[in-house]
């Protein structure tokens, strides 16, 4: 168990749709990192956040958003939901940003767009 | 730019075999490398990572990698493997400013008895 907790675990829902995926950082984690995993695209970063503030952007479509809270929890909105939105939904966190600090992974959310 | 290249996409050993999982890298500078192990149903879990320093580095479950900066690579290795090994790996690059770490496309591990 990493510390980092993921819900939902999974997703179900369809075309058009909007969800939250929520995620809750490992106890005195400031960073939050999202990810998504696919078949066809592996595993690749959506956005990082950092003590409240957005950090990077790395393939974060338009239609998805994200924020940190004042508890440091985050949420990845996911808006318009296309069949290929389809994937798991990776959140990370450390203690802070930086190229040498650990990230720790949660369990993740699988989302199916039907 | 940079980029993750694990060259194999599926590897069987037998059990009880050596294993050598391979990972390049493309960086301008010093890069940050992690190895990371993915479990059916599970999340990613840190088994070692190179910063600097001595290129041999230890990690858990009984893993090491080398970093060789002359072939951009940090293949990972152990030794003998277990049923319980078998998963998916990926080996990972995190830039200078820390802001996300860029994944191979992972290699899966079978391991046959």
């Known amino acids: 168990d990493s510390g980092v907790t993921q819900t939902p675990k999974h997703l179900i829902t369809a075309t058009g749709q909007r969800v939250t995926l929520r995620c809750s950082p490992r106890?005195?984690?400031?960073?939050v990192y999202w990810y998504q995993q696919s078949l066809d695209q592996g595993l690749q970063f959506l956005i990082q956040?950092?003590?409240?503030?957005?950090?990077a952007k790395g393939n974060i479509l338009e239609r998805f958003s994200a924020q940190q809270f004042p508890d440091l929890h985050s949420e990845l909105n996911l808006s318009s939901l296309e069949l290929g939105d389809s994937a798991l939904y990776f959140c990370?966190?450390?203690?802070?940003?930086?190229?040498?600090?650990?990230?720790?992974f949660g369990p993740g959310t699988r989302l199916t767009v039907l | 730019a940079q980029s993750v290249t694990q060259p194999d996409i599926h590897i069987t050993v037998s059990e009880g075999a050596s294993l050598e999982l391979r990972c390049n890298y493309s960086?301008?500078?010093?890069?940050?490398l992690f190895w990371y192990v993915q479990s059916p149903g599970q999340g990613l879990q840190l088994l070692l990572k190179?910063?600097?320093?001595?290129?041999l580095v230890q990690g858990i479950k009984g893993f090491e990698a080398e970093f060789k900066r002359s072939q951009s690579s940090f293949n990972l290795r152990k030794p003998s493997v277990h049923w319980s090994d078998a998963a998916e790996y990926f080996c990972?690059?995190?830039?200078?400013?820390?802001?996300?770490?860029?994944f191979g496309k992972g290699t899966t591990l079978s391991v046959s008895s």
């Open positions: 990370a966190s450390s203690v802070v940003a930086g190229p040498q600090n650990e990230q720790f």
């Open positions: 106890s005195g984690d400031l960073s």
């Open positions: 956040y950092y003590n409240g503030e957005e950090r």
């Open positions: 960086y301008g500078a010093t890069p940050y």
């Open positions: 190179y910063f600097s320093g001595d290129t």
């Open positions: 990972a690059l995190n830039n200078q400013a820390g802001t996300a770490l860029i």
